[in-house]
């Protein structure tokens, strides 16, 4: 497989994607998608959706999760509502990720991600074991049709990240890197980051943001590639020399602009490439 394969986020009618048929006319050959509404998850749908990917010659590198009622209004409200963690939720969500594996596995595709949710910082506490847990029945769901668990990275400093997933202890549990999550929430700095986490590592999105005058209080700032305080030449060296070597999946997360998301997103693929040149993958 080529290095580096281009690709870019996309929605069919959840999430903040760009559309199937303009991640086709982008001409990308890789996408992370979305994962459909609960109702579009039949196996019906799958053929559907597998026969309109074939057509325009895209492979799904990578199925999201994620639930109705989770938002990403501020950090706050993202602790409350967003992933596996929130406690009255925390259930019926498990069960709901485990279908929407299982929808995945519909689709051929042998990488679910997710935002678990922010897991709390301290190992002794009651709650911190009860996620430890519940990502390790995941894993087992997730293992038993030949699947990895992808975390998106975002509300954990590199640090706790990597103890969490010592402490679930799963073959089968990965990182998807974004490098500006870690700058949006305030987390650390991305480079550093993914120098840590190394072959953890097993999908990345490449996103860019800025930071925020309070980090970890008040978001930073989602803006097109190459623009923001990751260094995207940088990250992808980075990337090198961690081994990673899967596709580049671009996010920009603007579906209320879908104009200014297709241009934007035109214009981060023109300099992934042209990196991808100098660097000579
Ligand atoms: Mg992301």
Known sequence: METWPLGVFASIDAGLGVRLEVAHALGVKTIHLHTPQQESRTE???REFLAQ???????????????????????????KTVGLVPAATRNA???????????????????????????????????????????????????AQDQAIH?????????????FL?????GNLFINFDPANMILYGVGEPIEALEKLGSRVRSV??????????????WGTEVPLGEG???????????QKIGYSGPLTIEREIP??????KTEIAAALDLLQSLKTKIET
């Open 44 to 46: 019906g749908q799958a």
């Open 53 to 79: 990917l074939q057509d325009s010659g895209m492979t799904i590198t990578c199925v999201f999760g994620g639930f109705e009622g989770e938002s990403y209004a501020d950090i706050p409200t993202v602790k």
């Open 93 to 143: 969500r498990l069960a709901e990720m485990k279908e929407i594996a299982d929808f995945a596995r519909r689709l051929a595709v042998n990488v679910v991600g997710l935002h678990i949710g922010f897991v709390p910082h301290d190992r002794d506490d009651a709650d911190y074991r009860a996620i430890v847990a519940l990502a390790q029945d995941l894993c087992a769901h997730a293992i």
């Open 151 to 163: 975390l998106e990275t975002g509300q954990e400093p590199a640090d706790i990240l990597l103890q």
């Open 166 to 170: 010592d402490d679930v202890d799963r």
């Open 205 to 218: 999105h490449c996103k860019d943001a800025t930071w925020s005058d309070a980090p970890g209080v008040s």
């Open 229 to 239: 305080a990751v260094g995207m030449e940088t990250y992808l060296r980075t990337l």
């Open 256 to 261: 209320q602009e879908p104009a200014r998301q």
